[in-house]
């Protein structure tokens, strides 16, 4: 923009407006906005969504048409545009507004984060348990399966006026084994790799990209135009990690063998793949006949995305709600820096489910039991077998749950993970649910805890309970100082 000011032209930085993720509100910009101010911009407007998350994109969409029409335009004047940065569930919404609300008039340039613009693979699964999206409204919208709502973003009808970069990562593990959903096919599409859902947001990278488009000087800087080499060959061990009524381990190897464990037996065939296009397309040849399938690997080559077909029939037409498997975890100790109990201070991917406590205990024996409150589970509780495989500088996690009572975790399956301790402090991620169990594969908005001063909540009631049957009713003054210990806990 240019104003004149005392009869001298000047440049004038564009007004810029923010919407959030889901969960998040305007204040998830901070960062970005102290950075904009350093180079000259002034003028920032950050909608709070209401309610911040669950909500259909549409209902939101209206709330920015009415944002911008009460908040930003009369402020800026009817006349010029703004910029618009938006993150996950901000992009499809301002999709959505600029497409069918007019806001095709008001915005210049738009710079969409991690938007699910082909779809988000745990609406899939989301929508198998709330097929009407009840609970998560936004589900029907933007599944995999190409909605209506996301029919309509097809083409660029409705949005020539507006110029979009996109940002994505190919490590975001919200989009495992669908990593291109963020992108648009006429707009400036730039992949970040080695960040998360919320680094992608954040990082260096992505601001320097975002300025230079801001700028017009997008065609000067090579950040994120090359191609992320995916991973393509399926070779190794994998087990079924959300397979809640039996084993089943493949095991594929590089001379075109494959094997099938189901906990009792073994049968030996072969296999072929071709990686012509995606998804990757295998057909596995067993005594009993051939099974046609679709695959996909996440970027760390840790996770497959497998759907077969039935023995001699018709290869599925897309991978959506495959099977998923993790790498058969190696056989090592639990490291001793990780056994105890660690207390969470900030509850990271956890905030979506309304966390409020969270501890978890890792044992000698390879078990692990979490606690906390969440929305879903006042009383938290999962128990169950624990692998930790360390790498150079992370640890990388595989819970097998025996026991839970969380609705989204089910016993006999596995939730991935990474850890990071550092100064003795733990990051930690995981898959939030096995019901989609898409495993983390960079630290990205983590747990963060500290080793328990005090043991796990029920650890904790072991011990109040072992001083009361220490003091016996046979000696009453005992007994009297056993509940003053208690009652002065309790105001701690």
């Known amino acids: 923009y240019q104003r004149r000011v005392h009869g001298i032209l000047m440049e004038e930085k564009i007004p810029i407006v923010f919407a959030h993720g889901n969960t998040e509100s305007g204040a998830a910009w901070a960062t970005i906005i102290e950075r904009l101010k350093k180079h000259g911009y002034k003028q920032f407007f950050a909608i709070d969504f209401k309610p911040s998350a669950n909500e259909s994109c549409i209902t939101y969409a209206l709330q920015l048409n009415d944002f911008m029409n009460k908040e930003v335009i009369p402020k800026i004047g009817p006349h010029k545009k703004v910029a618009l940065f938006a993150h996950s569930l901000g992009v499809t919404t301002t999709r959505y507004y600029i497409k069918n609300l007019g806001g095709n008039a008001h915005i210049a340039k738009a710079i969409l984060i991690a938007g699910g613009n082909h779809g988000i693979p745990s609406c899939d699964t989301v929508l198998l348990g709330d097929p009407q999206g009840k609970i998560f409204k936004q589900a029907p919208e933007i599944h995999t399966g190409i909605s209506p709502f996301l029919q309509k973003m097809m083409t660029p009808e409705g949005e020539e006026d507006v110029k979009y970069l996109t940002l994505s990562s190919p490590h975001d593990y919200y989009f495992s084994t669908l990593e291109d959903s963020p ?21 260096d990278d992505s601001f320097e990209v975002s300025l ?16 992320f080499p995916m991973p393509d060959r399926p070779f190794g061990s994998w087990d079924n990690c959300a397979n809640t009524n039996k084993i089943e381990r493949y095991v594929f190897t590089d001379d075109w063998k494959v094997t099938l464990f189901d906990g009792t037996t073994t049968k030996a065939g072969k296999y072929r793949i071709s990686t012509a296009k995606f998804p990757n397309l295998i057909d ?53 820096e990780l056994v105890g109990t660690w207390k969470a201070s900030e509850f990271g991917n956890l905030v979506a489910f309304g966390a409020t406590e969270y501890f978890i205990t890792f044992t000698k024996e390879k078990t692990f039991k979490i606690e906390g409150k969440v929305v879903f589970a006042p009383k938290l509780l999962m128990e169950g077998k624990c692998f930790i495989e360390k790498d150079p500088e992370l640890y990388k996690m595989h819970l097998l749950l025996e026991s839970s ?30 019901i989609l169990p898409l495993r983390p594969q960079v630290i990205d908005h983590p747990i963060l805890l500290e080793k328990a001063k005090q043991n796990s ?26 509940v003053f210990c208690l009652k002065k806990k309790k105001h701690q």
């Not at 840790?302 to 790498?327: F, I, M, Q």
């Not at 609705?407 to 991620?429: D, P």
């Not at 109040?464 to 005992?478: C, D, K, Q, V, W």
């Open 183 to 203: 992108l648009i096919d006429w707009a400036d599409n730039r992949v970040i790799p080695f960040q998360g859902h919320w680094g992608v947001r954040e990082c």
């Open 212 to 227: 230079a488009f801001l700028e017009g000087k997008e065609a000067t800087c090579p950040i994120g135009r090359a191609l």
């Open 284 to 336: 596995i040849e067993f005594p009993e006949g051939i099974y046609y399938g679709l695959y996909a690997l996440n970027a760390c080559a840790d996770n497959l995305a497998l759907k077969l077909s039935e023995v001699n029939g018709k290869r599925p037409k897309s991978h959506r709600l495959p099977v998923y498997y993790y790498r058969t975890p190696r056989p090592e100790p639990m490291p001793e």
């Open 405 to 434: 009572n969380f609705f989204v975790c089910k016993i006999n399956s596995y939730l991935g993970g990474l850890l990071e301790l550092k100064a003795g402090k733990m990051k930690l991620v995981a898959a939030a649910t096995t």
């Open 457 to 482: 909540p029920s650890q904790f009631i072991f011990s109040l309970l072992s001083l009361i049957h220490i003091s016996e009713p046979t000696r009453r003054y005992a007994i009297s100082y056993a």
